[in-house]
């Protein structure tokens, strides 16, 4: 009697052992729920979340059942711990064993914030203040003073402008704004430092930092990328010379907010510290953020005997050798003689 009570325990437990297994396989292939409401596919895990914590989250959104058996696939995997922060967007026909490896894969949602080529400080900042995709840390970043902003990203004394690279960066939910920032400011060491070590010889810069300054004004001054080379070239030479960079962008920029859109002679003859018209050399920072392009046309400059450019009206510019040569140039582009 005994034996057979012990005969039929073990076929019970194997039957509950085997439909344990079945069902556990069976778990693990089965697709979880993803919603059909396009809203409802993101799903964030947050910074601290254990792998229980995660699967009661999901549980509770009703994308899986049974977290029994997801808290055992997950020990079983011996990944618990690598389960990355951020934001997922859920895909339609996921298994449980595709949907652990997301989060370990860290394979969040990104979002995307631009700094412009050619913006100055006050445009960038105002726009990452503006950023919906951001985290803001910085209350009332635009009016934040500069020394404030510098000093939350390590860099208490140095001017911003210029400081960050002219890019579209990729980031999770979540990001802050000071992130963003110090990630922009260490992509703008990073390639004016590779830029500088592979510069031309016999360039007038004592630093990387002159280096950037004539870079902002090459950006300002054109939008063409195959330009930049030969206005670096022309900025170059004139340094060489002796000669004033003259250049209209460093004079908007001294002028900040008393620009109106218009630059006038008066405008040219006022002095401040960037105008290149009333002071040799580079004015005392940049006077925009930069890409590449034009760190690396100041840093190879197109070798070249002009001296002097104006705009044609198009975008590009008539470059020419002499005075006589830009003044008639001036008149035919600009006075339209």
């Not at 997950?74 to 990355?84: D, F, G, H, T, Y």
């Amino acid at each position: 009697m005994i034996r057979t009570f012990f005969i039929l325990l073990l076929l019970c437990v194997g039957a509950a052992g085997a439909y344990a297994y079945t069902d556990y396989q069976r778990y693990l292939e089965t697709p979880v729920n993803i919603p059909n409401n396009a809203s409802d596919t993101a799903f964030m895990i947050e910074s601290g979340w254990s792998a229980k914590r995660v699967a009661i989250e999901l549980e509770e959104r009703g994308i899986i059942s049974k977290r029994h058996w997801f808290d055992l696939y997950v020990r079983l995997s011996e990944q618990a711990n690598k389960i990355k922060t951020g934001e997922y967007v859920l895909e339609k026909g996921l298994d449980v064993p595709e949907l652990f490896a997301t989060f370990v894969a860290g394979q969040t949602l990104q979002y995307t914030h631009s700094i412009i080529e050619g913006s100055n400080w006050k445009q960038a900042i105002a726009r990452v203040a503006a950023s919906k995709d951001l985290l803001h840390t910085l209350k009332d970043l635009d009016e934040v003073s500069e020394q404030a902003v510098m000093a939350q990203l390590g860099h208490p004394n140095l001017h911003p402008e210029g400081q960050f690279f002219a890019d579209t960066y990729a980031f999770p939910r979540g990001t802050s704004d000071v992130e963003y920032l110090t990630r922009a400011k260490r992509r703008m060491d990073n390639v004016l430092s590779e830029e500088w070590e592979a510069r031309a010889d016999d360039l007038p810069f004592e630093n990387a930092y002159e280096a950037l300054i004539l870079a902002s004004i090459v950006e300002k001054e054109t939008a063409v990328a195959a330009e930049r080379p030969l206005i670096a070239g022309v900025f170059v030479s004139r340094i060489n010379l002796g000669m004033r960079l003259q250049t209209d962008p460093t004079v908007i920029y001294g002028m900040g907010d008393a620009f109106d859109g218009n630059i006038r002679r008066s405008d040219l003859r006022t002095d401040t510290p960037y105008n290149t018209y009333t002071r040799t050399g580079l004015p005392p920072t940049p006077i925009a953020m930069v890409g590449r392009e034009a760190i690396h046309a100041v840093l190879n400059p197109e070798s070249t005997t002009a001296l002097f450019f104006v705009a044609k009206g198009d975008g590009t510019h008539q470059f020419s050798d002499t005075y006589e040569q830009h003044k008639l140039a001036v008149q035919r582009y600009q006075l339209k003689r």
